[in-house]
């Protein structure tokens, strides 16, 4: 006679997080009915890794406005504070993926020397415009006038207060919308222009050193004017004469109204002595 025999199962694989895989350091196993040693994953570990369910739209991200019959708000649906915040997340982490903040991460106001000679008028309205980022501001000097620093340091500082920010020299930016044509971007063209675009805060650096192609010209327009109409945050700097920049460009850069224009007068950093240096 044929005897059966039961295949024992498979050993459990190691639980993600368990570095060691020593039998210590496994969840405890559980008998079963059949004799068979089944793994039992504590209650903890299965809350950590499912998402907290919103109690408002029931994870849906979806809500219905309370509204009667007849009213133009009757049925209409709208996201959920949720679905909100999950956007502004993603729209963030979107920025900082494609921001140049990384190289200058370093660089703040309290390591900004601000008692070089001609510095201290822009080392004031840039530590303003950082507190309270309203309207644009345009920084313009020479090279190695501490230009980048300013604009890199209300950069920092901005996203410590929590605002979307999105800070690029002007050629990597059109790098960035240019890598959106790529089959393999997670993002399309339309979503990473509107990220950079609607961004709370917009830092453009060396503005004026891109290749000015007509493709570049009138994405960088679409730019600042979307901006420039709905009077959001923007700092910009340059070293090159504001008759080279793209004129509808340096029309809006040029209205007093919205933007405030400082001249940074001072040496380059570059031919100073080491402790005065910075970028």
């Not at 000679?117 to 000097?141: K, T």
């Not at 604009?151 to 690029?168: K, M, P, Q, V, W």
């Not at 979503?191 to 007509?214: K, S, Y």
């Amino acid at each position: 006679m044929l005897r059966r025999h039961r295949i024992a199962p498979a050993a459990p694989a190691t639980i993600e997080g368990n570095t060691h895989g020593s039998e210590a350091s496994r969840p405890p196993a559980q008998t079963n009915a059949e004799g068979s040693s089944d793994l039992i994953i504590p209650s903890r570990m299965a809350a950590r890794r499912t998402p907290a369910i919103c109690p408002d739209c029931k994870g849906a991200g979806w809500l219905r406005m309370p509204a009667e019959v007849g009213s133009p708000n009757f049925g209409r649906i709208i996201p959920c504070a949720c679905k909100t915040r999950e956007t502004e997340s993603h729209r963030q982490r979107s920025l900082m993926n494609m921001s140049n903040l990384d190289a200058f991460a370093a660089l703040n106001f309290a390591n900004y020397d601000a008692n070089i000679s001609g510095v201290r008028e822009a080392f004031n309205v840039s530590r303003d415009f950082a507190r309270h980022p309203e309207g644009w501001l345009l920084l313009f000097g020479g090279f190695g006038c501490g230009k980048t620093h300013l604009s890199a340091a209300i950069a920092n500082e901005a996203l410590e207060r929590g605002i979307s920010t999105y800070f690029a020299v002007a050629p990597d930016l059109l790098d960035q919308l240019r890598a959106a044509y790529s089959p393999t971007t997670e993002l399309s063209f339309d979503e990473r222009f509107e990220h950079i675009r609607g961004a709370a805060l917009l830092v453009v650096d060396d503005l004026g050193t891109e290749n000015a192609t007509p493709w570049a010209r009138e994405k960088l327009y679409q730019i600042f004017n979307h901006r420039y109409n709905y009077k959001m945050p923007t700092v910009v700097t340059t070293n090159v004469d504001l008759d080279l920049i793209e004129p509808r460009i340096r029309s809006r850069l040029c209205d007093k109204v919205i933007c405030r224009q400082i001249f940074i007068q001072a040496d380059d950093y570059r031919q100073r002595p080491d402790q005065y240096r910075y970028k």
